[in-house]
């Protein structure tokens, strides 16, 4: 079962989320814990463990080759992503634009786009008893999270094919990393707050992963603040609200330092337990 935890927004409690869960779940099963907000991660700030693995990654982008370059245009116009610029005497490529998908390199009638490998970030595992932490993280410069992303997720089911509760923490926002962070998902947890802010966000969340057909639930982090609106809300569409985490000063303390949350904080950890009888419950249902 792969559960990815979103949100419209950043700063929403996704990692609070995603962290306490695998720990707590990891006590009794193994778990894979994969932090997919690549250009910020932080889980490793709650999860330690014993470094076993570590790897650059890198992408695909042409180069241009103009010894036996035409000057055609082909690759300027078969570029989506506005990659490739023709000028009067080269071909001007930005690496930053491109989306690795071939189609100057295997168009190009002179084979003067041959595709090389950059590297654009790099990927490390975790062993904490029986939990997984896989982390990838940008280099700095590198504009587009969606290429590492998909590595990560490749490398998860292709190293732990048998493990079958896989948490990923997604990047925050509706865009594109988002979408290939849950796009195979078996189910979406989306982490809000009871704020104008926070029903704004959660709405346009809601949008964008029931166009992605996949099955969701609402956890409110910080309740007690705000208003209902969020309530009423999921109430009004019939959205499952699973969990609603305190707004509590001995959370945000122990957050603060680094701290998980479930062992120590009786009120975090009943809907804690709550999110995992909604978790069991589902994936039994899937099992039959």
Known sequence: MKIAIASGKGGTGKTTLSTNLAAFLSEKEPVVLADLDVEEPNSGLFIHGELTHQEDKYKMVPEWKSDTCTLCGICRDVCNFHA???LADEIMIFPQL???CYACSE?????????ISEKMGELREFQAQKLTFIESKLDIGQEQAVP???????YVDENYPDVNLKIYDSPPGTSCPVIEATKNADLVILVTEPTPFGLHDLKLAIDTISKLKKRFVVIINRYGIGNDDVIKYCDRETIPIVAKIPNSKAIAERYSRGELLYSAVPEFRAELDKVIDFINTLYRELSR
Do not use: A, D, E, K
């Open 84 to 86: 490739i610029v023709h």
């Open 107 to 115: 168009l190009c009638p002179t084979n003067s786009l041959p595709m």
């Open 148 to 154: 590492l992303i998909g590595q990560t997720l490749r």
């Open 98 to 100: 491109c989306h690795s």
